[in-house]
């Protein structure tokens, strides 16, 4: 069974071990472990057994928005509801925020849409653009794709994967 909770402060060479893993095999921009401690607040982990098999944080941008990232899954954990379960429980903080948006940059845009989202023009977010893409080595080169979750409205419910 899959559990999911906020990361604590024990977490974090666990969530660098992931996030490295896949930044490694260019599937996500790498986090320096002192990144990681400062956003610790933010992060979700997955358990299974135990064992910390997923992550992801919920970075809120403003008033009304906020980014998934870092949203990563163990090998030997793909397929089995993991990724879904960290972005529900990403979506559920937004809404207890108040937030009105929750978007991502991803290279794998299809799983997002499985949980609702919808794709989006990154210029929706220039917060994030101007703020933080710009700083990044790939800026002029981005193959990420953003996508888009509309949290106001209650028939737009996630669907549970």
Not at 139 to 152: G, S
Request: hydrophobic share 50%; with cysteine.
């Amino acid at each position: 069974m899959i559990q999911v909770q906020p990361a604590r402060l024990a977490d974090a060479a666990a969530i660098h071990a992931l996030v490295t893993y896949w930044a490694d095999r260019g599937d996500m921009l790498h986090r320096p472990i002192g990144e990681i401690y400062e956003a610790i607040r933010d992060f979700k982990v997955a358990r299974i057994d135990g064992e910390i098999v997923g992550c992801g944080s919920l970075h809120i941008m403003g008033p009304d928005l906020a980014e998934i990232r870092s949203l990563a899954v163990a090998e030997s954990a793909q397929g089995r509801g993991v990724g879904a379960a960290i972005v529900a429980a990403c979506v559920d903080d937004a809404r207890e925020f108040g937030l009105e948006r929750v978007f991502a940059l991803t290279y794998r845009p299809g799983f997002f849409e499985k949980q609702g989202f919808r794709l989006a023009n990154v210029m929706e977010f220039p917060q994030k653009v101007w703020n933080e893409c710009v700083r990044c080595p790939f800026f002029t080169n981005c193959k990420e794709v953003a996508v888009v979750l509309d949290l106001r409205g209650p028939d737009l419910a996630v669907p549970l994967a």
